[in-house]
């Protein structure tokens, strides 16, 4: 698979949501409670928007264009170093700005604290660990809470210390210490206030091991970055993404947390050309639908797309909703669509399976119920209602299905109201049953993908095809990795799977991976290893797969005794070739769980 990461590297690493904002300070002032205000409502809105450091200062332009697209939460705000230059020194210039714009704006701030002052950090900069004192970090968490208790009341604490951002020989230890101190600190000062537990990608097992680290009962809500996961969503993976709040609550079930800790995704995003591009534009308004509705359903409570306005990140494309020169691209236009049918506080109702593979999804809005529907693009579902439809593209543009008429789902999606009342109660008796498009998973023993010019996947998919090409015989056709490919470089020699979420829930640890592959030509040598997602992230298999000398198809079994395949960046398992001196082909590739031991 093309990384995702990759082309959102520095949106993952270089400070977002105002973190590495280096506005210079104008002014000190004494450390002092703001000025008396009411407290402000808990906003249950759901839609959020999160600004890079790049650009934030921008935030009085932008902030009036995201309230009229109906956002209501914003992840900014300085980083340490702007509010407490030294030791002694508060400027409180730059936030307390954000504060009162954000307020005048009617949208509510997420605060991020980070990253480690200066005069505070191992080095002199701002990432590197041991810090000097942990009371330091302890005194700025009180100075920042004090002053803007009445208007944020949720603190997430750092910006992926898992990534480039923590740089410490211990991650986990020092970050469950931050969190920690900064729990005991803000609470101290404001028991209202709400601590969140952060982390790059969906990396559950950083997760599993901060809480056992110290930071288990130090957190209110979890927040989470799966662009990754978003990315899979482009290629047919909703099924995947679907299973992203599962696994998180069986995580923390497992480390005895509450059952009712509120989940946010505080950064997702997909790209769009820099300059206007019919398509490019229109994939990435596609996909900010599918990324705030699927999040919506399975229970996550807020959805902050990263980001607002720019930056240039990967190479004549950026990730804002808002363009450079300030013309809103298709996704803002789809994002004030959605939040304007769907209401401020939208409720999901159920789902329906439209025609053959079409996806349903259903929310009570402000004034009606509103069916969202789209398809994969494998798919050709086409869905017919018994009675007269309203459709609403991402535009805003409406239009009339009559009963009986059929309409051709493609994968942007649409909105659908005047739902007939058969649907709806349809849609919610649906909601606590297993979703269709993937299959019943949950009692298998093997799943299977069959590789070739059209896959065929029974609970196990190959995520992005692209890496391998299609080698065709006289009765059949395989797959090999695509070595040759420029375009691809080393990706050509990487071939990923994703396992249906049912088969392999959070706590699954044991499985067996086998492959049936053959040399491309007889007298070359060729061979793989495996690499797969554990507790501790990707790693490598311990034996390599050297494919034997014939013309002969042959299967190798990895046995897997420490997975953890929740969809880190998106995929469970991969097959490398990187030091494979020659290509080969693929048949099939299968994952069995064990037998059940014996009592």
Request: glycine share 8%; with cysteine; aromatic share 12%.
């Given at each position: 698979?093309?990384?995702?990461?990759?082309?959102?590297?520095?949106?993952?690493?270089?400070?977002?949501?105002?973190?590495?904002?280096?506005?210079?300070?104008?002014?000190?002032?004494?450390?002092?409670?703001a000025?008396?205000?009411?407290?402000?409502?808990?906003?249950?809105?759901?839609?959020?928007?999160?600004?890079?450091?790049?650009?934030?200062?921008?935030?009085?332009?932008?902030?009036?264009?995201?309230?009229?697209?109906?956002?209501?939460?914003?992840?900014?705000?300085?980083?340490?170093q702007?509010?407490?230059?030294?030791?002694?020194q508060?400027n409180?210039?730059?936030?307390?700005?954000?504060?009162?714009?954000a307020?005048?704006?009617?949208?509510?701030?997420?605060?991020?604290?980070?990253?480690?002052?200066?005069?505070?950090?191992?080095?002199?900069?701002?990432?590197?660990?041991?810090?000097?004192?942990?009371?330091?970090?302890?005194d700025?968490?009180?100075?920042?809470?004090?002053r803007?208790?009445?208007?944020?009341?949720?603190?997430?604490?750092?910006?992926?210390?898992?990534?480039?951002?923590?740089?410490?020989?211990?991650k986990?230890?020092?970050?469950?210490?931050?969190?920690?101190?900064?729990?005991?600190?803000?609470?101290?000062?404001?028991?209202?206030?709400?601590?969140?537990?952060?982390v790059?990608?969906?990396?559950?097992?950083?997760?599993?091991?901060?809480?056992?680290?110290?930071?288990?009962?130090?957190?209110?809500?979890?927040?989470?970055?799966?662009?990754?996961?978003l990315?899979?969503?482009?290629?047919?993976?909703?099924?995947?993404?679907?299973?992203?709040?599962?696994?998180?609550?069986?995580?923390?079930?497992?480390?005895?947390?509450?059952?009712?800790?509120?989940?946010?995704?505080?950064?997702?995003?997909?790209?769009?050309?820099?300059?206007?591009?019919?398509?490019?534009?229109?994939?990435?308004?596609?996909?900010?639908?599918?990324a705030?509705?699927l999040?919506i359903?399975?229970?996550f409570?807020?959805?902050?797309?990263?980001?607002?306005?720019?930056p240039?990140?990967?190479?004549?494309?950026d990730?804002?909703?808002?363009?450079?020169?300030?013309?809103?691209?298709?996704?803002?236009?789809?994002?004030?669509t959605?939040?304007?049918l769907?209401?401020q506080?939208?409720?999901?109702?159920?789902?329906?399976?439209?025609?053959?593979?079409?996806?349903?999804?259903?929310?009570?809005?402000d004034?009606?119920?509103?069916?969202?529907?789209?398809?994969s693009?494998?798919?050709?579902?086409?869905?017919?209602?018994?009675?007269?439809?309203?459709?609403?593209?991402?535009?805003?543009?409406?239009?009339?299905?009559?009963a009986?008429?059929?309409?051709?789902?493609?994968?942007?999606?649409?909105f659908?109201?005047?739902?007939?009342?058969?649907?709806?109660?349809?849609?919610?008796?649906?909601?606590?049953?297993?979703?269709?498009?993937?299959?019943?998973?949950?009692?298998a023993?093997?799943?299977?993908?069959?590789?070739?010019?059209?896959?065929?996947?029974?609970?196990?998919k190959?995520?992005?095809?692209?890496?391998?090409?299609?080698?065709?015989?006289l009765t059949?056709?395989?797959?090999?990795?695509?070595?040759?490919?420029?375009?691809?470089?080393?990706?050509?020699?990487?071939?990923?799977?994703?396992?249906?979420?049912?088969?392999?829930?959070?706590?699954?640890?044991e499985?067996?991976?086998?492959?049936i592959?053959?040399?491309l030509?007889?007298?070359?040598?060729?061979?793989?290893?495996?690499t797969?997602?554990?507790?501790?992230?990707?790693?490598?298999?311990?034996?390599?797969?050297?494919?034997?000398?014939?013309?002969?198809?042959?299967?190798?079994?990895?046995?897997?005794?420490?997975?953890?395949?929740?969809?880190?960046?998106?995929?469970?398992?991969?097959?490398?070739?990187i030091?494979?001196?020659?290509e080969?082909?693929?048949k099939?590739?299968?994952?069995?769980?064990?037998e059940?031991?014996?009592?």
């Open positions: 698979m093309v990384n995702p990461r990759k082309l959102i590297v520095l949106a993952m690493t270089v400070g977002l949501c105002g973190v590495g904002l280096t506005v210079a300070p104008r002014a000190e002032n004494p450390v002092k409670p000025p008396p205000a009411e407290t402000r409502k808990d906003n249950a809105s759901p839609w959020g928007i999160a600004s890079g450091a790049e650009w934030s200062s921008d935030f009085p332009r932008f902030n009036p264009m995201l309230q009229r697209a109906g956002v209501r939460w914003l992840r900014l705000f300085p980083e340490w702007v509010i407490q230059p030294k030791k002694d508060w409180w210039t730059v936030s307390d700005a954000m504060v009162a714009n307020r005048a704006n009617n949208i509510q701030l997420v605060a991020i604290w980070a990253y480690l002052a200066p005069w505070a950090s191992a080095d002199g900069g701002t990432r590197k660990f041991p810090i000097k004192s942990i009371q330091y970090w302890s700025y968490i009180s100075g920042t809470v004090v803007y208790k009445n208007d944020i009341k949720y603190w997430e604490v750092w910006n992926e210390f898992n990534g480039s951002f923590g740089d410490s020989k211990n986990v230890k020092d970050y469950a210490e931050l969190v920690v101190t900064a729990y005991d600190a803000a609470k101290k000062v404001d028991p209202d206030a709400r601590i969140g537990l952060s790059a990608n969906f990396d559950v097992g950083f997760l599993d091991a901060v809480i056992k680290a110290g930071a288990a009962d130090h957190f209110d809500f979890i927040c989470v970055h799966p662009y990754e996961n990315g899979a969503v482009a290629e047919g993976g909703e099924v995947g993404y679907l299973s992203l709040a599962g696994n998180l609550r069986k995580m923390l079930a497992a480390n005895k947390q509450r059952a009712d800790i509120p989940l946010w995704i505080t950064e997702i995003g997909f790209q769009a050309p820099i300059k206007p591009d019919a398509k490019g534009d229109a994939e990435q308004a596609e996909m900010l639908i599918k705030y509705l999040s359903v399975q229970g409570d807020k959805i902050f797309w990263f980001e607002a306005r720019g240039a990140y990967g190479k004549g494309t990730h804002g909703i808002i363009r450079p020169d300030w013309t809103p691209r298709p996704a803002y236009v789809g994002l004030k959605m939040t304007t769907l209401g506080e939208p409720r999901y109702l159920g789902w329906l399976e439209l025609g053959k593979g079409g996806y349903g999804f259903l929310f009570k809005g004034q009606e119920n509103v069916l969202v529907a789209w398809s693009p494998s798919q050709q579902a086409k869905a017919t209602f018994d009675g007269a439809v309203v459709v609403t593209d991402l535009a805003g543009m409406t239009s009339r299905l009559t009986g008429e059929e309409r051709l789902l493609t994968p942007r999606p649409m659908l109201t005047g739902v007939p009342t058969d649907l709806v109660k349809q849609a919610q008796d649906n909601i606590r049953k297993p979703y269709p498009w993937g299959g019943d998973y949950a009692n023993r093997v799943v299977t993908c069959r590789l070739g010019a059209s896959n065929t996947e029974d609970g196990l190959q995520i992005n095809p692209k890496t391998t090409v299609v080698v065709n015989e059949e056709s395989y797959r090999r990795p695509d070595f040759a490919n420029p375009a691809l470089k080393n990706e050509g020699r990487y071939i990923y799977f994703r396992i249906d979420p049912q088969f392999v829930p959070f706590g699954t640890t499985l067996e991976i086998s492959i592959a053959r040399r030509v007889p007298d070359k040598e060729a061979g793989m290893n495996l797969y997602e554990s507790m501790k992230g990707y790693t490598g298999a311990k034996s390599w797969w050297t494919i034997p000398k014939d013309d002969n198809w042959h299967e190798h079994t990895w046995k897997v005794r420490d997975a953890n395949f929740v969809g880190q960046w998106g995929w469970n398992f991969r097959f490398d070739a030091g494979s001196p020659n080969f082909l693929i099939e590739v299968r994952v069995r769980k064990p059940p031991k014996k009592p």
